[in-house]
């Protein structure tokens, strides 16, 4: 896949080596979806989706968050906080409408 020919340097502070202003993505656009759904259409989702959905963070954190886990494994919910893209109340409220809780 596409992912595993990226290289990224690994610092301990910013594991990727690539940080987005805050609010955008790599590619400058607003890292908020306009698309918040609903908690019936996010349960059972994969948590990056979740995260995407409810405008935490953006695809393109997503696929370094993947490629990261990938290569150091480990839960994506701890590799996305480990980023430094998302709080740890913010995977908590992801985890609670995967499941299909309301926040």
Not at 12 to 17: E, I, R, S
Not at 26 to 50: E, F, M, N
């Amino acid at each position: 896949m596409f992912w595993e020919r990226i290289q990224y340097p690994v610092n301990p502070d910013n594991p990727v080596g690539i940080r987005p202003s805050p609010g955008r993505s790599l590619l400058g656009r607003p890292a908020v979806s306009s698309d918040i759904s609903t908690p019936d259409q996010l349960k059972g989702r994969p948590l990056g989706r979740v995260l995407v959905r409810m405008g935490k963070v953006s695809r393109e954190q997503v696929v370094m968050a993947l490629v990261y886990q990938r290569k150091h494994g480990g839960l994506m919910g701890e590799v996305i906080m480990r980023l430094g893209f998302v709080q740890p109340a913010d995977v908590q409220m992801a985890l609670a409408a995967q499941r299909g809780e309301s926040p």
